[in-house]
């Protein structure tokens, strides 16, 4: 990853949160709970998952760039979004976690030097390492995806609603 990549990559993880909130702002609670199916989230569920990985990035990437042979601990996203209260919190309050932390994660990663990108960590699901610049990657891209998928959700949610009228 070349220094204007990384540059890139960042502008794109820094302006994820404030795509979110406005995809979010205003919705009622209806279309915030809304599920397309039993084992699918919605969208309250993928803000809580936003506001968590943006915590487990920041730790994974602080363990690649502080620690001696650092091993990743695998998480299971469904797990978390069942176990840890997701749409018990209010949208605007995991917004403000996932665009706090995001923050605070892209600062960091500003101060990097390139040679910081290749520092790794060993993932034992992957088998491999993973490098510092694989998930500055992963956060310009993740946000985006959600992004989209809060959109479909929206849509599906107000599609539902419509149906159901007499």
Not at 23 to 34: E, F, N, Q
Request: charged share 25%; hydrophobic share 40%.
């Amino acid at each position: 990853m070349t220094q204007a990549e990384l540059k890139k990559q960042l502008e794109a993880a820094e302006k994820s949160p404030k795509e979110i909130a406005a995809a979010v702002s205003g919705l009622p609670d209806k279309t915030l709970r809304y599920k397309p199916g039993p084992d699918k989230w919605c969208i309250l569920e993928i803000l809580g998952h936003l506001a968590d990985m943006e915590v487990l990035y920041a730790y994974r990437i602080r363990q690649m760039l502080a620690d001696k042979k650092p091993v990743i601990a695998p998480i299971d996203q469904n797990d978390w979004a069942r176990h840890l209260g997701y749409t018990e919190t209010p949208a605007a309050e995991l917004v403000a976690l996932y665009g706090l932390n995001r923050h605070a994660n892209v600062r960091l990663l500003q101060r990097l030097k390139i040679f910081d990108l290749e520092k790794s960590a060993y993932h034992p699901e992957l088998k491999t390492n993973v490098t510092v610049a694989e998930y500055i990657e992963k956060m310009g891209t993740h946000g985006a995806s959600h992004l989209e998928q809060i959109e479909r959700l929206k849509n599906e949610a107000g599609k539902s609603s419509t149906s159901n009228v007499h």
